[in-house]
């Protein structure tokens, strides 16, 4: 059994790589930095860029899990990804202004505290998909290839492949030929 020794010492190893993430985050998003070189910026912030991967500012990255972006991915403007679990993005996915790509939630707890523990379930978006302004991919959702999501939309489930899918929760509308 660990003593509160090992703890504290695990709090302290959490803040101090939260402060360091949230600097390099925050020096990454430099307006005068090129978007072609943002995302090797990141790095130090446990992002793992493709060739010709375009990250524009205003990103958010936050936790110890890893961001994987594919070869030709476009993130546009103050996107977000929660990390506590790895996100992985393929080839050429488009990521439309203020996207949010969770991977944490909490188990439920007791009635004094319906936010149990916290954990963490990895998002996977295919190669090809286009992910629409301020849409909400959930914890565990697997967008196949080739998708597009609309704007806005609140993802909540898997996504099969070659589909439009829109709404609150995200529901598939049409499918995509080639």
Not at 76 to 83: A, I, M
Not at 106 to 134: C, D, K, M, N, Q
Request: hydrophobic share 40%.
């Amino acid at each position: 059994m660990r003593g509160w020794r090992g703890y504290v010492a695990d709090d302290v190893l959490w803040a101090v790589f939260q402060v360091r993430q949230s600097a390099v985050v925050a020096l990454a998003n430099c307006p005068l930095l090129p978007a072609i070189l943002r995302g090797r910026a990141l790095r130090g912030a446990r992002v793992r860029g493709g060739a010709q991967a375009l990250v524009y500012g205003g990103q958010m990255v936050q936790g110890r899990g890893v961001l994987r972006l594919g070869a030709g991915v476009f993130v546009n403007y103050g996107c977000y990804f929660d990390t506590v679990a790895n996100i992985d993005i393929g080839d050429g996915v488009f990521l439309s202004d203020h996207v949010r790509v969770l991977t944490s939630t909490h188990e439920v707890g007791a009635p004094t505290r319906r936010a149990g523990r916290l954990v963490g379930r990895p998002v996977t978006i295919g190669s090809g998909t286009w992910v629409g302004s301020s849409a909400v991919i959930m914890p565990g959702v697997r967008v196949g290839s080739g998708c597009i999501i609309g704007a806005d939309s609140l993802v909540t489930k898997d996504c099969d492949p070659d589909g439009v899918y829109v709404g609150s929760p995200a529901r598939r509308i049409r499918t995509l030929n080639d």
